[in-house]
């Protein structure tokens, strides 16, 4: 269905929202972080890419929690003789930092492993010495990819604006509320598949009860339904006339 989402994603309705956006400005005015870490200086250049702009941010977000977490800890060192209240007082300034919740543990720094993320968030003393506080300048060689150590997942948590709408096998559904698309996501947190929801053909399109109106769209995609797709997409408002007709009767549809 490829051939299809493309053709779709050719005939959208510009939408301007995403470039106004607080995730698009967060991502223009942090991106020169990536410049100083080779793994992902890829991202950089990914502006017109609004997935790529979120898989970004998520780095981006680590790098400032990593950052926020060892000058906390160097500040409150001077508590270190009471242990407890040293690492409850951390807790409470680190906890409106955005983070993934993998089970009991919460992970701050997606491109750290979970042993060091729990260091980090457990035994925060520890970044005041040895290896661990040589951390705060030289941490390259133990990044870890994120999105493989903790795969669709890590987009439904407070590292990302996407609503999860259901996982399949191995396969994620997600919608961006300022982008109009679905977005399908692998285990290993690549995508898949998207779908750009307002073609250019309809002039007024209806936004009221989105996430209801797209789990039909969901559904025949994961049961490979590639007419049931389509009719959902037509039936739900978010395809026009002349688009199915434009998808029903021309060659490469067929295809």
């Given at each position: 269905?490829?051939?299809?989402?493309?053709?779709?994603?050719?005939?959208?309705?510009?939408?301007?929202?995403?470039?106004?956006?607080?995730?698009?400005?967060?991502?223009?005015?942090?991106?020169?972080?990536?410049?100083?870490?080779?793994?992902?200086?890829?991202?950089?250049?990914?502006?017109?890419?609004?997935?790529?702009?979120?898989?970004?941010?998520?780095?981006?977000?680590?790098?400032?929690?990593?950052?926020?977490?060892?000058?906390?800890?160097?500040?409150?060192?001077?508590?270190?003789?009471?242990?407890?209240?040293?690492?409850?007082?951390?807790?409470?300034?680190?906890?409106?930092?955005?983070?993934?919740?993998?089970?009991?543990?919460?992970?701050?720094?997606?491109?750290?492993?979970?042993?060091?993320?729990?260091?980090?968030?457990?035994?925060?003393?520890?970044?005041?010495?040895?290896?661990?506080?040589?951390?705060?300048?030289?941490?390259?060689?133990?990044?870890?990819?994120?999105?493989d150590t903790y795969g669709s997942?890590?987009?439904?948590?407070?590292?990302?604006?996407?609503?999860?709408?259901?996982?399949?096998?191995?396969?994620?559904?997600?919608?961006?509320?300022?982008t109009n698309t679905?977005?399908?996501?692998?285990?290993?947190?690549?995508?898949?598949?998207?779908?750009?929801?307002?073609?250019?053909?309809?002039?007024?399109?209806?936004?009221?009860?989105?996430?209801?109106?797209?789990?039909?769209?969901?559904?025949?995609?994961?049961?490979?339904?590639?007419?049931?797709?389509?009719?959902?997409?037509?039936?739900?408002?978010?395809?026009?006339?002349?688009?199915?007709?434009?998808?029903?009767?021309?060659?490469?549809?067929?295809?």
């Amino acid at each position: 269905m490829k051939n299809l989402f493309s053709y779709i994603a050719k005939k959208a309705k510009r939408n301007k929202t995403f470039e106004t956006s607080e995730e698009f400005h967060f991502f223009i005015e942090n991106r020169h972080i990536l410049m100083h870490l080779p793994q992902f200086m890829h991202f950089y250049d990914t502006e017109n890419d609004p997935f790529q702009v979120m898989r970004a941010n998520i780095i981006l977000q680590a790098c400032i929690n990593k950052s926020k977490m060892e000058e906390e800890v160097a500040s409150l060192s001077k508590y270190l003789n009471d242990h407890a209240n040293f690492v409850k007082s951390f807790h409470e300034i680190i906890s409106e930092l955005p983070y993934y919740q993998e089970n009991n543990d919460k992970i701050y720094i997606p491109f750290f492993s979970r042993d060091l993320n729990q260091i980090y968030l457990n035994e925060p003393e520890k970044l005041l010495t040895g290896s661990y506080n040589a951390l705060k300048e030289n941490f390259k060689g133990t990044l870890v990819d994120p999105f493989d150590t903790y795969g669709s997942e890590l987009y439904n948590s407070h590292f990302s604006r996407l609503v999860k709408i259901k996982t399949v096998d191995k396969e994620t559904a997600f919608f961006h509320y300022d982008t109009n698309t679905i977005y399908f996501v692998n285990e290993q947190g690549r995508l898949d598949a998207g779908i750009a929801l307002f073609d250019r053909y309809i002039r007024h399109p209806s936004y009221s009860h989105m996430l209801e109106r797209i789990k039909p769209v969901v559904d025949a995609y994961f049961a490979f339904d590639r007419e049931g797709l389509i009719d959902a997409l037509f039936t739900n408002g978010f395809m026009s006339n002349r688009l199915l007709h434009l998808i029903r009767f021309h060659d490469w549809a067929k295809r």
